[in-house]
Nanobody
Framework: QVQLVESGGGSVQAGGSLRLSCAVS????????MGWFRQAPGKEREGVVY????????TYADSAKGRFTISQDNAKKTLYLQMNSLKPEDTAMYYC???????????????WGKGTLVTIAS
């Protein structure tokens, strides 16, 4: 059974950095697209950044551009999210997800992790 397990969340001061990891367990690692999503308290889940596994091309939400960087290590079957210049509004549960579809979307992901909590203090 394939699972996604996030780690690396925590509490930091505004302006700080965190690196999230998403480990893929199981025998399958041929998703077409993987992404990071987040859900802040009282808000809907939203996409943060997507990466297409074969090409490595990426798509960032405006809120993440210039501050967040997604990367993947196919040998380790791990997805990363480097987050710099963090703001209080980045506080949320962060999820990684994967899909066999050609593109990532909030409604179209095939498998989700359970999330890791990021809290940014002002």
């Amino acid at each position: 059974q394939v699972q996604l397990v996030e780690s690396g969340g925590g509490s930091v001061q505004a302006g700080g950095s965190l690196r999230l990891s998403c480990a893929v367990s199981g025998y399958t690692y041929n998703y077409d697209c993987m992404g990071w999503f987040r859900q802040a308290p009282g808000k809907e889940r939203e996409g943060v950044v997507y990466i297409y596994r074969r090409s490595g091309s990426t798509t960032y939400a405006d809120s993440a551009k210039g501050r967040f960087t997604i990367s993947q290590d196919n040998a380790k079957k791990t997805l990363y999210l480097q987050m710099n210049s963090l703001k209080p509004e980045d506080t949320a549960m962060y999820y990684c997800a994967a899909t066999y579809a050609r593109s990532c979307s909030l409604q179209g992901m095939d498998i989700w992790g359970k999330g890791t909590l990021v809290t940014i203090a002002s």
